[in-house]
């Protein structure tokens, strides 16, 4: 489930615990892309998925490198049924996860069939090329390849992100620009991508020299796939 950013609809955060596995779940959030990581503010960040609905709820947070490369470090995952990746700034988790142990392991629940959300941040670090800052020049980083064949965009159209998404679709034409807006989720599963919230999804595939572009804009209950564009 990949989240734009914003306050999400209840509809979303409902659906998420319930694929999670609700009093029967065992959430892992991953809280690094934010600088609120105290002891008290990730005990409240707990509680807030109790309330949800999470029987147990545990946190995956490091600054340090060395430590994410471990597999003790991750091994919280092991008897996850969900994983949840918050907001802030994507390139914190790239510069401590990406490549290690920990982006591995993520991948492989993922793969083993796994539940993984994520917004903001959370949601742009799940594609390999990763929109890092700048607008409308995107400055692209790796993120974690868990979704295949896209770039992932957030706070698109609140933030007005339509021409730095265009142009790094133009870099990486061989992967479609995902685009979610705040407040709206896109729920991904064997290649299929459906549309949840209140605002809008933009998609942005190359094309050829008739054509260089499409761009389609779906919005609650829509679908669409993630392949990669035909080259």
């Known amino acids: 489930m990949i989240c734009g950013g914003g306050r999400l609809p209840v509809s979303v955060t409902s659906e998420f615990v319930q694929r999670a596995g609700g009093e029967s779940g065992h959430l892992v959030v991953i809280p690094t892309a934010s600088t609120r990581t105290s002891s008290t503010e990730l005990k409240s960040l707990q509680s807030l998925w109790r309330d949800r609905g999470l029987g147990r709820v545990s ?47 993520l991948r492989e629940f993922v793969h083993a069939g796994g539940v993984l959300g994520g917004t903001s941040a959370g949601a742009a670090i799940m594609s390999r090329v990763m929109i890092a800052s700048g607008n409308p020049k995107p400055q692209i980083s790796e993120g974690f390849d868990l979704l295949p064949d896209a770039i992932i965009d957030q706070h698109f159209l609140r933030r007005n992100r339509f021409n730095r998404l265009l142009a790094a679709v133009r870099q990486h034409p061989n992967r479609m620009g995902v685009g ?50 035909p080259r």
Request: charged share 20%.
């Open 59 to 105: 946190i995956l947070h490091t600054t340090e490198r060395n430590a994410a490369d471990t597999s003790a470090f991750s091994a919280v995952l092991d008897d996850a049924t969900a994983v949840w990746i918050g907001g802030g700034q994507q390139s914190r988790l790239a510069s401590v996860y990406q490549g290690t142990a920990t982006e591995r392991r």
């Open 180 to 229: 979610i807006d705040e407040g709206t989720a896109v729920v991904f599963q064997a290649g299929q991508c459906r549309v949840m919230g209140e605002s809008f999804v933009v998609v942005i595939r190359a094309g050829d020299s008739l054509q260089p572009f499409s761009v389609s804009t779906l919005r609650q209950g829509d679908s669409f796939e993630v392949t990669a564009p």
